[in-house]
């Protein structure tokens, strides 16, 4: 079973940054691809951010340019940086295994971005 822990979340004014992590139970950041996604009131989770095992990153176009995925294999830790945040950045913000979602979900994070 796939134990997955998200961070970081909170409130901030539009323009402003936060950094999100998440903790994985086992060794299973660097053998996998793995994905923030986020799920906006009434809305569909969507995949946000990715990054390959072998440290290559694809970002939905909303984010590209303000927000960088990036992993310590380590620490079993996936981060998610988010710059320059917009309102309708407003979500909550999970991690996952990238493209193929493991049906374990954490709890996640809420980013609320305030305009």
């Known amino acids: 079973q796939v134990q997955l822990v998200e961070s970081g979340g909170g409130l901030v004014q539009a323009g402003g940054s936060l950094r999100l992590s998440c903790v994985a139970s086992g060794n299973i950041v660097s053998i996998n691809a793995m994905g923030w996604y986020r799920q906006a009131p009434g809305k569909q989770r969507e995949l946000v951010a990715a990054?390959?095992?072998?440290?290559?990153?694809s970002y939905v176009g909303s984010v590209k340019g303000r927000f960088t995925i990036s992993r310590d294999n380590a620490k079993n830790t996936v981060y998610l940086q988010m710059n320059s945040l917009k309102p309708e950045d407003t979500a909550v913000y999970y991690c996952?295994?990238?493209?193929?979602?493991?049906?374990?979900w954490g709890q996640g994070t809420q980013v609320t971005v305030s305009s």
């Open positions: 990054i390959a095992s072998g440290g290559s990153t």
């Open positions: 996952n295994r990238g493209y193929e979602p493991w049906n374990d």
